[in-house]
């Protein structure tokens, strides 16, 4: 199993550009996340969703918008990027349903740079 | 959600038992204990969690005091592949958030020294 992938891995974006962070897993996971980690700090939630088709805000949503089109897949959008979104972006999957308990599975995260 | 308390650094020699403690003098009934850490360049990865009982895995154990409001994080025998940030999140299945979301403080970034 690959388990969490993200792609791209690295990208470099002008202000008011847009771009979109795919997130893959293979573990048939019910619940996804996305989170971005600024320097020095711990990760923050920006969106999450529980299931195919549908989608929830975060602690941080303002800027992003996110699709669950298909179970394994979770993307990121930003729309009109700005400098203060430069950060690193993890998405992170598990498998909720009945379990009561689920530990979170981490992808490697995309560097953004936003100039 | 109830908030956790962790020094930022710790230091270790290589091979010998590494405490790391967290404080959450506010946690709730129903909140479980987890911890996760983050190596260099990467995702996090889940280590151990626990709600009242002292537990046990092949990374680590976890101690719990008596009354909640404090937990010990314990690996009995650091290696250098151990360097990380160590996170210490209180996480309640009942919060009816429809999810289980996770809230990452700073974390205690562990050194490891050969």
């Known amino acids: 199993n690959a388990g969490v992938t993200q792609t791209p891995k690295f990208r470099v974006l002008k202000t008011g550009q847009s771009m979109t962070l795919l997130c893959a897993q293979d573990?048939?996971?019910?619940?996804m996340y996305w989170y971005r980690q600024d320097p020095g700090m711990g990760l923050r939630l920006i969106h999450y969703s529980v299931g195919e088709g549908t989608t929830a805000k975060g602690e941080v949503p303002d800027g992003y918008n996110v699709s669950r089109l298909k179970k394994q897949n979770f993307l990121l959008g930003l729309e009109s990027a700005a400098p203060s979104q430069t950060s690193v972006y993890f998405c992170?999957?598990?498998?909720?349903?009945?379990?009561?308990?689920?530990?979170?599975?981490f992808g490697p995260g995309t560097r953004l740079t936003v100039l | 959600d109830a908030k956790t308390t962790q020094p930022n650094s710790m230091e270790s020699n290589e091979e010998e038992p590494v405490h790391l403690p967290c404080n959450h003098s506010?946690?709730?009934?129903?909140?479980?204990i987890h911890w996760y850490r983050q190596l260099p360049s990467q995702g996090p990865e889940y280590v151990i969690h626990?709600?009242?009982s002292n537990v046990n895995n092949r990374m680590a154990s976890l101690a719990i005091a008596e009354d909640r409001k404090s937990s010990t994080l314990i690996l009995h025998r650091a290696t250098l592949r151990d360097a990380a940030v160590y996170y210490c999140i209180l996480s309640d299945p009942y919060s009816g958030a429809g999810s289980y979301q996770l809230t990452f403080g700073k974390g205690t970034k562990l050194s490891v020294i050969p």
């Open positions: 573990m048939n996971h019910e619940y």
């Open positions: 992170a999957s598990n498998a909720g349903g009945s379990s009561f308990y689920n530990e979170q599975f």
């Open positions: 626990g709600l009242t």
């Open positions: 506010t946690i709730s009934g129903t909140d479980y």
